[in-house]
């Protein structure tokens, strides 16, 4: 068992729509997984299909080694799980709720539960149902972490929260990131961008691509060319080049497969010869919309 | 056992206050069941209003702590925090069971047990039936809605949800009245037991598979497909089939009952005409007087049943299906009638022409065995198999008796005016009048709630209709006035056939035109 959530042409379909199709992933121990997507990419429907809360029409996955269709029971004293709009016993106070959760966990740990509940501010005998929307997911948070899970499970959890506790989820997130994998969901890469160690961009049920985000980074890069005097845009351009615009003078794209020499001669070899070449790093933000753009212009 | 005891807990300090009011209620039910006093018993039916208001409330409450209890982990949706934790199925499962067992079962037993010590019986004699009355009361109202609860996510799904089950209900009883002879009692078929095995099965397999695998839309097909089943045996069931095996042709010597036509009373119905004329119907209402006796002077006769042939001497027939109808044939040469429908278009090709007129009654005959004397009491008195009774006032023609769970209540009572210790202006003008008493029920215990059965042991003279002078027939009942008892046995059940020529039609049809579609039976004293 070498990945902690590992796939296998998953598919699911809800009677027409296709919600996933034929997807392959593989999330490595100790990553810091984001998925990330636009609203109605599949996200919600992977992760719920991960935590066996429904059955997928075809293919395998599998988490921590174990089937998905067999994650009941014990194996969740492993998993912590959390999403967005999660239904919690708003009758109970914080306190009862934390109580009542840890007695189905062996590994409950009082002394962080006390930390979390520090650090989150959760008021702990006040009842789930008078707590803010952040303050609600703060408590699931806390009762998802308290157990020390090999695996951490968040559905868009920092959707609709304020940037502070953003931020105290985050980082209560990266102090567990040594002991648990983490597989987070979420359509907002600003959120994810800082504290992610793999990334994976879900769209329209497929999988456009899944890898280490220092690797993605390493490889895209925008590309502005200066030319000694106008000419025609060369007929081709290298495959991975992406959205080449060009001026009179200036040509600018983005290289997908970044490598400082590589791409250097490469370009020469396309225009042959320039006043100036830059490679100008991108944001993860960046990236995803120039692959987003591609795609679609792909589909189109 | 730890995560049972844990849900356990959890489910008692979230459903307190419904518990609560459970045990309130069930409080006020066992108040409720406290014997009255002698003056209380004129408000009698006051109190039985209550009472059953109160077990209304009570059952109420059952069902919204059980659908409360069970939706705190809802199986329906994607959405519920439990689900993604580590709780084991069977535990959760076994921890409803055992909370509804804890806090309804327990304590109705415990209400139940002390219902009967405060009506002055000992409750050790009647465990065994309290506990097969908490089994009844859990199949017949706690698993239903147990039901309902794991195919629902909130309250007001399991109100729609089981609004439709009783339009279902309705909807197949209003399909199963339009078959041919359903109405009448029969004896069960494979089919019956076919049925029973499949909503128990289909029962425990939903409640499995929703708390093993949460699969709402398998579950919901499970019901489907039972419903339709069970809709479909009611269609195929051999009713009349079933009927002949319930109530077989009587074989010769024997002669359970015998009746013939009461040539000496108007052909007209008993039945006080309304004057009214009635719009004519498809159907036609004959109604002929009979004279009906028991076979055998030692037996009664309760008839099940009415079905009736005509034929003409040209060769057209014409025959009604089975009919359910009552009647108790006590005493010898009763008057009483039967009535049944015919076509009207029948009716009026043969209203004048003489036919010969087949009837087949379906019947139970009970022997009667020993015979026991009470005598009444100005106060509470016991009489064996009654229980303790007592009268709201003297002279009376009833009194209520209350007794623990019963099995079988077979018996017959009687009382004569002759024997009444009444003064002479309480006692009826008539001297000789005998009153009855009946019970025929076999299946004694009437509520799943009080183990105390309360009843009214009222004498009648059969036959006679109410009006405002047949009070004078009734006996009066003072306190030293002996009435009789018999016990009853079951002889069995059987269908005689009777033949009667030269009936004309016209001399019996029901001048005020149809009324419903049932037959019916009555007796008179002579």
């Known amino acids: 068992m070498t990945e902690a959530i590992e796939t296998q042409a998953l598919s699911k379909r809800f009677r027409r729509v296709h919600a996933l199709r034929s997807l392959d992933l593989a999330v490595p121990f100790g990553a810091i997984y984001a998925l990330v997507g636009p609203n109605g990419a599949g996200k919600t429907t992977l992760i719920k299909l991960l935590m066996n809360i429904i059955r997928a029409t075809s293919g395998e996955a599998t988490i921590l080694g174990i089937p998905a269709p067999q994650i009941s029971g014990r194996a969740f004293t492993d998993i912590g799980y959390m999403s967005e709009n999660q239904e919690l016993p708003e009758w109970m106070a914080v306190g009862q709720f934390l109580s009542y959760v840890a007695g189905f966990y062996p590994k409950w740990d009082r002394a962080l539960e006390a930390e979390l509940v520090r650090d989150f501010e959760l008021p702990l005998d006040r009842k789930l149902k008078h707590l803010s929307r952040g303050m609600k997911m703060k408590a699931a948070l806390a009762s998802a972490l308290a157990f020390h899970p090999k695996l951490i499970v968040l559905d868009e959890p920092f959707t609709g929260l304020d940037p502070l506790v953003r931020d105290q989820l985050i980082e209560s997130l990266l102090e567990r990131a040594a002991e648990a994998t983490i597989f987070i969901s979420s359509h907002d890469l600003a959120e994810i961008e800082s504290f992610s160690s793999h990334v994976g961009y879900l769209e329209a049920g497929q999988l456009r691509f899944s890898e280490e985000l220092s690797s993605l980074t390493e490889r895209f890069r925008e590309v502005e060319v200066v030319r000694d005097s106008p000419a025609p845009l060369p007929p081709s351009t290298p495959a991975s080049w992406l959205h080449v615009t060009d001026t009179p003078v200036v040509v600018r794209f983005i290289e997908t497969r970044f490598d400082s020499t590589a791409t250097d001669s490469q370009v020469r070899n396309v225009f042959g010869r320039v006043r100036d070449v830059t490679f100008t790093p991108m944001s993860l933000r960046s990236i995803f919309l120039a692959i987003a753009k591609g795609q679609r212009g792909a589909t189109r | ?526």
């Not at chain 2, 799943?448 to 209709?465: A, C, D, H, K």
């Not at chain 2, 027939?473 to 003072?478: A, D, G, Q, W």
């Open chain 2, 1 to 526: 056992m730890n995560q049972f005891l844990h849900i356990l807990r959890k489910d008692v300090r979230h459903l307190w206050k419904e518990i609560l009011i459970s045990w309130c209620l069930l409080g006020l039910f066992v108040w409720r069941c406290i014997p009255r006093s002698q003056g209380e018993f004129t408000a009698m039916a006051f109190l039985q209003v209550s009472q059953e208001l109160v077990a209304l409330l009570l059952t109420l409450s059952w069902w919204t702590l059980i659908i409360r209890l069970v939706q705190d982990e809802s199986l329906v949706g994607h959405r519920q925090f439990w689900v993604t934790r580590p709780y084991r199925w069977p535990e959760l499962l076994v921890e409803k069971i055992v909370f509804i067992l804890a806090f309804v079962s327990v304590p109705l037993l415990i209400a139940q047990t002390l219902i009967l010590r405060l009506n002055g019986f000992a409750a050790l004699p009647y465990w065994a039936d309290l506990i097969r009355m908490q089994a009844s009361l859990l199949v017949a109202s706690a698993l239903p809605v147990f039901l309902l609860s794991v195919l629902t996510a909130t309250f007001v799904q399991v109100i729609l949800v089981g609004l439709a089950v009783v339009l279902y209900g309705v909807v197949q009883s209003a399909l199963i009245a339009q078959i041919p002879n359903s109405s009448m009692q029969h004896a069960s078929s494979v089919l019956d037991l076919l049925s029973g095995a499949i909503v128990v099965g289909v029962v425990a397999a939903v409640i499995l598979v929703q708390y093993a695998r949460r699969r709402i839309l398998l579950s919901c097909g499970l019901v489907l497909c039972a419903a339709l089943l069970l809709a479909l045996f009611d269609l195929v069931t051999p009713y009349e089939r079933l009927i002949a095996k319930e109530f077989p042709r009587v074989t010769p010597p024997r002669v359970p009952l015998e009746i013939s036509i009461d040539t000496a009373r108007p052909s007209q119905s008993v039945f006080p005409n309304s004057g009214r004329t009635m719009k004519e119907g498809k159907k036609t209402r004959i109604t002929i007087p009979i004279l009906a006796s028991s076979g055998d002077p030692n037996e009664i006769v309760a008839l099940s049943g009415i079905r009736v042939g005509l034929n003409v001497p040209d060769g057209k027939s014409w025959r009604s299906n089975w009919l359910p109808t009552g009647g108790i044939v006590v005493v010898p040469n009763s008057q009483e009638q039967f009535t049944f429908d015919v076509p009207t278009d029948l009716y009026h090709s043969l209203k004048d022409t003489p036919v010969r007129l087949d009837v087949e009654l379906a019947s139970a005959s009970y022997r009667r065995l020993q015979l026991w004397k009470v005598i009444v009491d100005a106060s509470e008195f016991y009489a064996p198999r009654l229980g303790v009774c007592a009268a709201a006032s003297f002279p009376t023609d009833m009194f209520r008796c209350r007794a623990p769970i019963r099995g079988s209540w077979l018996m017959l009572g009687m009382v004569t005016s002759s024997e009444s210790t009444c003064s002479r202006s309480e006692k009826a003008p008539s001297t000789g009048i005998t009153g009855y008493f009946t019970s025929l029920r076999e299946d004694g215990v009437h509520s799943l709630l009080n183990p105390v059965v309360e009843e009214t042991v009222g004498f009648s003279i059969y036959g006679v209709r109410q009006s405002e002078e047949t009070w004078k027939l009734h006996p009066r009942i003072c306190p030293g006035t002996p009435i009789h008892f018999s016990a009853l046995t079951m002889v069995g059940r059987e269908s005689t056939f009777h033949s009667f020529e030269g009936v004309k039609l016209a001399e019996y049809a029901d001048q005020r035109g149809l009324v419903g579609g049932s037959g019916g039976f009555a007796v008179m004293l002579p």
